[in-house]
């Protein structure tokens, strides 16, 4: 008898030894399963935005932009410019206090901060020689970055924006510290057609020529500065100064228009005749604008303003980049036009519009 109860017994503990490592087996299968069930962590705002990622640059790039990549075949991660992030706070907030890093706001709100990546040259002009006509009234009066921009812009606000020209990702507007527009005939005729900086922004310095070669393979950038030369395009519904910008790499050529917006904004706009009826419009016509010519070693460029046409013949030089001189390309490949930044040409009845006179 004393042995069947014995038997029992171990039977009874072996069996609930095996329920135990079921069970302990079981509870593991289910905690996998819940932890793949949850998504994982996910990044912090700031690390969507733009400052962080740099993700305007390669957007526009790629060839599924029709970016330069068309013409390089060279995917975005393995040019120097791709390293350009800020991936740190750092960057902006660190202060160094009694000899040990701090955060603080200080440095973040200073002016040179933004100076140091954005190399804003027309606050180097302000600088220098503020008393110009033609420096940035901004600037002139002692205003800084952040009294336009938001730290929504700066930080992002956790939605991955293409680029900084993608609607909803810039705050700064003209309108937010000018609501009311002055009653000059500039204003009534164009009734927010035309874009603030179509008329009070002077000069947008556009680079002609970019030898894609040369920053490939040596990494320097190395192009020519069109001065007294502004272009207007399409942004966001209204006419707008577009950068102009041209490449070369082996040979092969293109063009890019894009939103720009150089900080030096003048109080007084444009005269009417400076875009309408104008000699480079006449020449549009006639297909015979030659916009840069190529004369003892030397790009010489025209001035005024250029309306940009879908379909337009720019009759452009090329240069290549050899011993550190410019050499003319001899037949060099029709170039590839881009439109990034969400831009678009001028329509038709738009130009016969700046065909006519100014009122």
């Known amino acids: 008898m004393e042995e069947e109860e014995f038997n029992i017994m171990k039977k009874s503990t072996l069996l609930v030894g095996i329920l135990l490592i079921i069970f302990t087996v079981f509870g593991f299968i289910i905690s996998g399963a819940d932890q793949e069930k949850k998504s994982p962590p996910e990044n912090n705002f700031y690390e969507n935005s733009l400052h962080y990622t740099n993700r305007g640059l390669e957007y526009w790039y790629s060839k599924e932009q029709g970016g330069l990549e068309r013409i390089t075949n060279i995917p975005f991660s393995k040019l120097p410019c791709a390293g350009c992030h800020v991936r740190s706070c750092d960057t902006c907030h ?174 007084d706009g444009r005269k009417c005749d400076e875009c309408h009826n104008t000699r480079i419009i006449e020449d549009i016509k006639k297909n015979r604008l030659y916009p840069v010519v190529f004369e003892k070693g030397e790009v010489k460029n025209i001035t005024g303003i250029v309306p940009v046409l879908d379909g337009m013949k720019w009759n452009l030089v090329y240069l290549n980049y050899e011993n550190e001189k410019w050499v003319l390309i001899d037949r060099p490949a029709e170039p590839l036009i881009n439109y990034s930044g969400y831009c678009r040409p001028l329509t038709p009845e738009q130009f016969a519009k700046l065909e006519k006179p100014g009122k």
């Open 94 to 267: 660190r202060k160094d206090v009694a000899g040990k890093p701090a955060y603080s706001l200080e440095p973040a709100r200073a002016q040179q901060v933004c100076q140091d990546c954005h190399a804003i040259e027309s606050l180097e002009k302000a600088r220098k020689n503020p008393e110009d006509p033609t420096v940035d009234v901004h600037f002139k009066k002692g205003m800084k970055c952040l009294d336009c921009h938001t730290a929504k812009e700066v930080h992002g606000d956790g939605t991955p924006y293409n680029s900084m020209q993608q609607p909803g990702a810039l705050d700064v507007r003209c309108e937010k510290c000018h609501p009311q527009l002055s009653a000059g005939p500039s204003h009534e005729v164009h009734k927010g057609r035309v874009d603030c900086n179509a008329c009070h922004v002077r000069e947008l310095t556009t680079c002609f020529n970019c030898h894609f070669d040369t920053r490939v393979n040596q990494g320097k950038s190395v192009s020519i500065p069109l001065k007294n030369l502004n272009f207007l395009i399409n942004s966001n519904g209204q006419v707008t100064l577009g950068n102009f910008h041209t490449y070369v790499f082996e040979n092969k050529t293109m063009i890019t228009f894009a939103p720009g917006f150089p900080h030096a904004v003048t109080k």
